[in-house]
């Protein structure tokens, strides 16, 4: 699902170029995952049984965030980040960030994330998002 996410979804960020692509895909393997769950629980979105979409938080941030090509457009993103805010918004965090990629940015900003003044004049600022908790 990681793969197909990136690899179907994200052409404005790797324009199918192999080498961005290999880079990107490198630690989306079992063992990768696998690594990923040590650093931070995954949450999972399921829909039928299947697959849906996959987030983790680390710290004040919204570490990944993947949906299933096929449940593009249908809500899940969306309900998964809103967990995850609630969590952090639980746990006391009042500023959350993310990195966003070129392809999920408008998503983003219509779940009222801005860019993140803290990040001005670092050569990646547009990928820099930050939303106040209420």
């Known amino acids: ?3 197909a996410s990136i690899t179907q979804l994200c052409e404005a960020d790797h324009h199918g170029d192999p080498a961005v692509l290999s880079k990107w895909l490198s630690n989306k393997t079992p063992e990768g995952v696998r690594a990923m769950m040590t650093r931070s629980p995954l949450l999972v ?9 996959v987030g983790a938080l680390g710290g004040n ?9 096929e449940y593009r457009f249908r ?10 805010e609630r969590r952090l918004r639980a746990s006391g965090v009042e500023l959350v960030k993310l990195n966003s990629t070129r392809t999920a940015r408008s998503f983003y900003l219509s779940a009222g994330y801005a860019p993140d ?12 998002l930050c939303k106040r908790l209420a």
């Open 45 to 53: 979105a399921e829909i039928d049984g299947r697959l849906a979409a």
């Open 75 to 84: 809500g899940v993103s969306r309900a998964l980040l809103a967990e995850m």
């Open 1 to 3: 699902m990681l793969i």
């Open 61 to 69: 941030a919204v570490t990944l965030n993947y949906v299933s090509p």
């Open 117 to 128: 003044p803290a990040a001005a004049g670092d050569p990646d600022a547009d990928r820099c």
